[in-house]
């Protein structure tokens, strides 16, 4: 990251990629303190590049709390889709992509024992999942996903 960012600048999309790897090869590799600081620096900079509110930002955040997800770094993933839901919510109210991050942040909230927040959103994710189902692109797993998520909950 050091190089890229020395190179292009630290705000340039090369060295923010090598920033996103290499919270990811933290996370995976039980570095959580040292994913969640590389998780903050590439979030923050694509924040300033892109703004807070911008839709493409939210999936920046909903792609990175998902590679969270699969790494078990609970915790960072529920603050990161608690900041997506919160702007999708406000941007796309009504798309599976809304009840998607649900359905994510739920898991977040499910991988740290806390069960009864967890349900209320794994079931409005799938449930809003299910009713847009049409709208998901062919290809998506996000329903079934979201099934096997209420099912590891009860």
């Known amino acids: 990251y050091k190089l890229k960012a020395t190179k292009n600048g630290p705000d340039h999309s090369a060295a923010l990629d090598v920033l996103r790897d290499l919270a990811n090869v933290y996370a995976r ?15 923050d ?3 300033k590049q892109l703004g807070k509110d911008s839709l493409l930002f939210t999936f920046h955040l909903a792609a990175v709390g998902s590679e969270l997800l699969d790494c078990g770094q609970w915790a960072t993933a529920e603050s990161v889709l608690r900041e997506c839901l919160a702007s999708r919510e406000k941007l ?5 992509m809304t009840a998607h991050t649900r359905s994510l942040l ?4 499910l991988g740290q024992k806390k069960n009864a927040d ?10 809003g999942l ?8 062919s290809g998506e797993t996000c329903l079934p996903d979201a099934l096997d998520r209420l099912v590891a909950l009860y």
């Open 118 to 127: 967890a349900e209320q959103l794994l079931v409005k994710g799938y449930e």
């Open 45 to 47: 900079a694509k924040r």
């Open 106 to 109: 739920g898991e977040a909230l």
């Open 92 to 96: 796309l109210a009504d798309a599976w």
């Open 29 to 43: 590799s039980g570095q959580g303190q040292k994913a969640s600081t590389a998780v903050v620096s590439y979030l």
């Open 130 to 137: 299910k009713d847009r189902e049409k709208q998901i692109p």
